[in-house]
């Protein structure tokens, strides 16, 4: 069975300083990795996934996610925070032998400070 | 192109009522999923409709069902309405039926179930 583990309920970042969000997987073939945003009342965002090929996948607003299949793990970055990055953040994975459903994480919560 | 969109936004019902909720998927996209996201279990997979079959079905009971129209839109009911019910129900369409694709959200209906 697929599952996802987001360690951190919350992470705290300055404005400005790099945001990292962590990821951990287990999937029993291939992963396919995505990253969701949700902000309040409201639905998820798509903000960019990992199929296959280079590690380091770019996505909206800056983000940008990086692959290690050793540590098997997909951790969401910015480099540079802002408070409008301030939101819920879902890390979900896929396989083949799940078809088409998304097994999420429990979220982290960011709080971006100015 | 108008993304997914859910009615009714909010809904009020009471116990043992039975509801309906509507999503229309993004023009061209032939894949809706449902899940629920609560507190307390976080974002869990309901069931996946294509071309007006089901796909693929996660841990709920029977008192869940869907259905897809052959223009695409979906419908999902729960009967005899438990308070755990209460919850934002999340509705995602996708343009093929393949594992890295990527599914987009609507908004959500939001139940409350007193």
């Known amino acids: 069975a697929q599952s996802v583990a987001q360690p951190e309920d919350q992470v705290n970042v300055a404005e400005g300083n790099p945001l990292t969000v962590k990821c951990t997987y287990s999937?029993?073939?291939?992963?396919?990795l995505f990253w969701y945003v949700q902000y309040p009342n409201r639905g998820l965002q798509f903000l960019l996934k990992y199929i296959t090929g280079d590690n380091l996948v770019k996505g909206s607003y800056g983000f940008e996610a990086e692959f290690n299949k050793s540590q098997t793990s997909f951790h969401l970055k910015k480099p540079s925070a802002l408070v409008s990055d301030s939101a819920l953040y879902f890390c979900?994975?896929?396989?083949?032998?799940?078809?088409?459903?998304?097994?999420f994480g429990g979220g982290t919560r960011v709080l971006v400070k100015p | 192109k108008a993304g997914v969109t859910q009615t009714p936004r909010y809904l009020i019902k009471t116990r043992g009522q039975q509801v309906t909720l509507s999503c229309s998927p993004i023009s061209g996209h032939r894949s809706v999923s449902w899940y629920q996201q609560t507190p307390g279990q976080g974002l869990q997979f309901l069931f996946e409709y294509f071309s007006e079959t089901q796909r693929n079905k996660g841990n709920f009971p029977g008192r869940f069902s869907g259905r897809q129209f052959s223009n695409s839109r979906s419908e999902m009911n729960v009967s005899t309405l438990e308070l755990g019910d209460s919850a934002l129900y999340l509705c995602?369409?996708?343009?093929?039926?393949?594992?890295?694709?990527?599914?987009?959200f609507g908004p959500g209906t939001r139940l409350l179930v007193l």
């Open positions: 979900a994975v896929r396989d083949k032998a799940a078809g088409n459903k998304l097994t």
């Open positions: 995602a369409s996708s343009s093929e039926r393949v594992v890295y694709g990527t599914q987009y």
């Open positions: 999937v029993s073939g291939n992963p396919y």
